[in-house]
């Protein structure tokens, strides 16, 4: 049983192309298919009550990660501040000191400040 929805490969490929366009400042021919399979992967994430889609080999560099992994994030909706600092995107890093110290991990930090898995959350 899978608890994460997967986007198909040729939707994911659409979607990883427009990506990687963006990133190297290409033109983007097919915007009407890229929104009409953000609209049914958000139908699908909704409909069936899933939280998340994980999405491998996003760009094609590590470099282009954090700035396709925004482009990405924008392409379903706007951004909302995930922090009090108003940050919109939070590399997930686990606080040391904090989980030392606490014996409920689960109950007592943020996903984002936990080492229970995740790379980038928005």
Do not use: W
Request: glycine share 4%.
């Amino acid at each position: 049983m899978k608890f994460y929805y997967q986007i198909n490969k040729s939707d994911l490929r659409v979607i990883k192309d427009c990506i990687n366009n963006r990133i190297d400042k290409k033109k983007i021919s097919n915007l009407d298919e890229i929104k009409k399979i953000i609209k049914r992967v958000k139908i699908s994430l909704s409909s069936k009550n899933y939280n998340f889609t994980l999405v491998k080999g996003l760009t094609k560099s590590k470099k282009n990660f954090e700035e396709g992994f925004k482009i990405l994030c924008s392409l379903f909706g706007t951004l909302v501040p995930q922090n009090s600092a108003g940050d919109k995107i939070i590399k997930v890093k686990p606080k040391i000191n904090l989980l030392k110290k606490i014996k409920n991990k689960k109950q007592n930090l943020r996903y984002h400040e936990t080492n229970l898995g995740g790379s980038y959350h928005s």
